[in-house]
């Protein structure tokens, strides 16, 4: 066997051995793998990074809605202090989803389904301003596109009888058209997108038993 030939078989037993050495310290990846599923009974034992709770430290779910020391983030604190449960980013959620029903509870005067939700004087000046489009016979077409923002604007709470008020501004669109008896169009367009901007109060007793908060004034 001559010596070129020596050498290549050389070279690839040391190729070889070398991808094999490489298998076994990386493995073998084929697209994208799954990662490993955690073991609930294993201790973690590895050193945690990222963010962590300091005792004492500033509230997050209350200073990135509100500005820190300001008289609204003191009122949600207090909230906090007596029910411990309140997360101010669970209850802006359920307020979005709140609008959206009530909104759409009006302008197809669905009432009876959000009166529960709605204060007395509220739900009066619903029926009332629904009870005014029927006298004239119009109907109201409209489809909810979204809220496109939504922020804490003011905040109140009496130590006294711990009753809080939130109030959210809603920016949201939809579309929304008003016909006649004959059906003619006498407001909007069924196909043009509107901007819809309210300020929404919502009240409630924090610690009582009764979880639901009341929409208690609106003001676009």
């Given at each position: 066997?001559?010596?070129?030939?020596?050498?290549?078989?050389?070279?690839?037993?040391?190729?070889?051995?070398?991808?094999?050495?490489?298998?076994?310290?990386?493995?073998?990846?084929?697209?994208?793998?799954?990662?490993?599923?955690?073991?609930?009974?294993?201790?973690?034992?590895?050193?945690?990074?990222?963010?962590?709770?300091?005792e004492?430290?500033?509230d997050?779910?209350?200073?990135?809605?509100?500005?820190?020391?300001?008289?609204?983030?003191?009122?949600?604190?207090?909230m906090?202090?007596?029910?411990?449960?309140?997360?101010?980013?669970?209850?802006?959620?359920?307020?979005?989803?709140?609008?959206?029903?009530?909104?759409?509870?009006?302008?197809?005067?669905?009432?009876?389904?959000?009166?529960?939700?709605?204060?007395?004087?509220?739900f009066?000046?619903?029926?009332?301003?629904?009870?005014?489009?029927?006298?004239?016979?119009?109907?109201?077409?409209?489809?909810?596109?979204?809220?496109?923002?939504?922020?804490?604007?003011?905040?109140?709470?009496?130590?006294?009888?711990?009753?809080?008020?939130?109030?959210?501004?809603?920016?949201?669109?939809?579309t929304?058209?008003?016909?006649?008896?004959?059906?003619?169009i006498?407001?909007?367009?069924?196909?043009?997108?509107?901007?819809?901007?309210?300020?929404?109060?919502?009240?409630?007793?924090?610690?009582?038993?009764?979880?639901?908060?009341?929409?208690?004034?609106?003001?676009?």
């Amino acid at each position: 066997m001559n010596s070129p030939l020596i050498q290549l078989l050389v070279l690839a037993g040391i190729a070889i051995f070398l991808i094999l050495r490489l298998k076994s310290v990386l493995g073998t990846r084929e697209g994208f793998e799954k990662p490993p599923l955690p073991n609930p009974g294993a201790k973690d034992t590895a050193p945690r990074r990222g963010f962590e709770v300091i005792e004492g430290g500033p509230d997050h779910d209350i200073i990135d809605h509100v500005a820190k020391d300001s008289e609204d983030a003191k009122a949600l604190a207090a909230m906090k202090r007596v029910e411990p449960d309140f997360n101010v980013a669970d209850f802006m959620q359920g307020a979005r989803g709140a609008y959206e029903m009530i909104l759409m509870g009006f302008e197809r005067g669905n009432l009876d389904d959000i009166k529960p939700f709605l204060a007395e004087d509220v739900f009066q000046a619903f029926v009332d301003g629904v009870a005014a489009r029927e006298d004239k016979g119009y109907t109201v077409e409209a489809e909810f596109i979204g809220v496109r923002e939504l922020s804490v604007q003011n905040v109140t709470f009496d130590k006294d009888s711990n009753r809080a008020e939130i109030t959210m501004r809603f920016v949201a669109e939809m579309t929304s058209v008003v016909r006649d008896k004959g059906g003619d169009i006498v407001e909007g367009s069924p196909t043009a997108i509107k901007r819809q901007r309210d300020s929404w109060t919502f009240a409630r007793v924090m610690g009582a038993p009764d979880p639901n908060w009341q929409l208690v004034a609106t003001d676009a």
